[in-house]
T-cell receptor
Framework: DAGVTQSPTHLIKTRGQQVTLRCSPK?????VSWYQQALGQGPQFIFQ???????QRGNFPDRFSGHQFPNYSSELNVNALLLGDSALYLC???????????????FGEGSRLTVL | GNSVTQMEGPVTLSEEAFLTINCTYT??????LFWYVQYPGEGLQLLLK?????DKGSNKGFEATYRKETTSFHLEKGSVQVSDSAVYFC?????????FGQGTELSVKP
């Protein structure tokens, strides 16, 4: 049973560039959430996708956008990269029937983005 | 708004020592509470959870009790091992999204 998989694992970009991160949820899950984890900090919620729509959004600018595909996989796009966007980006999945009430999420290992 | 506060780390213990990592929360209502663990180079894994007041979550020798009177969810383990070295995150569920504390790094020495 494959867990949550993310790609790429590491990437380096320069300021002003754009980046796309990808996530495949755990088998049987239909809801994907993205979190940003800065060094030494706890993860911060970016947004959540269910039924190919953004259902919730955290306090992140419009430069952060996403997409969910019919197979439940998801992408996170960040435009006009800033130095402060350097972080570990975590994807988490759940089955909406359980996730919305218990909050139990399954996390991938993350994509580490470095902006120079 | 809802928030989670954890004791600052790093916490350094000798093997077989008793562990407590404090966690307090501010929330409307009674959200589900969680401890997640992040081992070096890995993603977050759910360690334990409690969904209502006075519930005790437990796993791998770790325990935490949901205390609404003190709005706390402290993590405890009676005898830590070197393999427990990791970063521990306390979190609460706010309508399907998790709000995390800043994490507490635990280092266990042989």
């Amino acid at each position: 049973d494959a867990g949550v998989t993310q790609s790429p694992t590491h990437l380096i970009k320069t300021r002003g560039q754009q980046v796309t991160l990808r996530c495949s949820p755990k088998s049987g899950h239909d809801t994907v959430s993205w979190y940003q984890q800065a060094l030494g900090q706890g993860p911060q919620f970016i947004f959540q996708y269910y039924e190919e729509e953004e259902r919730q959004r955290g306090n992140f600018p419009d430069r952060f956008s996403g997409h969910q595909f019919p197979n439940y996989s998801s992408e996170l796009n960040v435009n006009a990269l800033l130095l402060g966007d350097s972080a570990l980006y975590l994807c988490a999945s759940t089955l909406v029937g359980t996730g919305s009430t218990t909050g139990e999420l399954f996390f991938g290992e993350g994509s580490r983005l470095t902006v120079l | 708004g809802n928030s989670v506060t954890q004791m600052e780390g790093p916490v350094t213990l000798s093997e077989e020592a008793f562990l407590t990592i404090n966690c307090t929360y501010t929330a409307t209502g009674y959200p589900s509470l969680f401890w997640y663990v992040q081992y070096p180079g890995e993603g977050l894994q759910l360690l334990l959870k409690a969904t209502k007041a006075d519930d005790k979550g437990s796993n791998k020798g770790f325990e935490a009790t949901y205390r609404k009177e003190t709005t706390s969810f402290h993590l405890e383990k009676g005898s830590v091992q070197v393999s427990d070295s990791a970063v521990y995150f306390c979190a609460l569920n706010q309508g399907g999204k998790l709000i995390f504390g800043q994490g507490t790094e635990l280092s266990v020495k042989p």
